[in-house]
């Protein structure tokens, strides 16, 4: 039987929470100080610490000191007010989740049934690394250069924590992928992991999958509709093209995020949840926040924890292992065996890839399709190899985008204003072919269709049309 240790000095909260963890059948001590916290923890090793941070002999984060609390006992940290420091500050200590008062029972409910020691944790984590040492292999994910290294060592971090996550990377890097990792790692890994496409949803639906709605809350209501935010709960919500969620939408989630609670379409009782949100954005979320695509607050509310994606061309020495990990998954499939040749794979890995993993993935099964017997040669794969000068290509998404050849953008231009330019230009290089733009500039077609979209509608605000989106559309 798990056992808890309540360290409150709030006496009558302490028996609160005393009783409900013993109905959930744990064995429970309870501490009103530091003294009496390090006399029960001598006595008996908690699996389990609820820690109050304000306490009458000290802070609670004196107890840190303590390695084998760290070692072997769950922390959760008990808190006033939920707020970004309070996110930080958990993090920082290694606790893995915190509360605000007064305790919510249903969240409270939902830790006790995740509880898990920090060293089944850290043993986790060391298998996993002898495992990526030895196949490249890190979860759901594949690669041995030094920027995936980073990425490893970030989520082993942040995976054991309650706090929320934002991943960036261009279209095609695995954001979702990444989100799926840290799920399995967390102790939310028994409950759902569930992910949105927050630019793929029409703005009219969104609201509704994501908190639901009510029977009769409007047209088509035929009945009671549970949002993601339902389906998710103990478990992770990953709202990937976080960018792309109207801005009134942004308002709800920040509140979520702050209290917990969220209400469906066409009702006015509160729901709570306890759900822990991952997002992710292919814009650059500093400029995304200046254009007004995404609300400076939920910015730095989504932002405790940073994970920025390299795209697959500045960790080239992963694609050969992507590939032939790409090909095993196809031929088990199709119950087929085929591998590349040397050439092939060193074509592979001289391409520089502008939609990234996904892309690769798509032109491994396509090669395997098109190659007749055991072999894959070169001859069904890409051709634009790095230069020896490691310039980048032509047709590379850079500022030379353009027809000419160059475009130029003054100091002090916005960075939407820039991103505005450097979309226009590539478009009209590539003879406004779209799936080849939104390739080589590393976005979903979702997402240069958004924002060309919002290019003419800026223009019909102005009153006028320089020729460049009317183009383009």
Known sequence: MSHALIVDDDTDSAQMMAALIAAEHFTVATAHNLRDARRQMALQQPDLVLLDLQLPDGSGMDLFDDPTLVAHSEVVLITGHASLETSVQALRLGAADYLTKPVNMKQLRGILSRVMRPSVLKDELASLNAEWQKTGHFGHLWGRSAPMQRIYEQIA???????????????GTGKEVVAQTVHDLSRRRKQPFLAVNCGAISPNLIESEIFGHEKGSFTGADRMHQGFFERAHGGTLFLDEITEMPLELQVKL??????GTFMRVGSTTPIETDVRVIAATNRTPEAAVASGKLREDLYYRLNVFPIGLPPLRERSSDVPLLAEHFLAAVCERENVRKRFTPAALDKLAAYRWPGNVRELRNVVQRAFVMAEGEQITDEWLPSDPIPADGAAPAGAATAAASREGLITIRLG???????????????RHYNQHKERTAAVLGVSLKTLYNRLKEYAADDKVEGGDDGETGAAS
């Open 254 to 259: 920040l509140r979520v995020l702050e209290t």
């Open 413 to 427: 231009t916005s960075m939407a204003e820039a991103e505005r330019q450097l979309i226009l230009a590539t478009l």
């Open 157 to 171: 971090r942040v995976a054991g924590t309650a706090v929320s996550v934002f991943i960036t990377g261009e279209s």
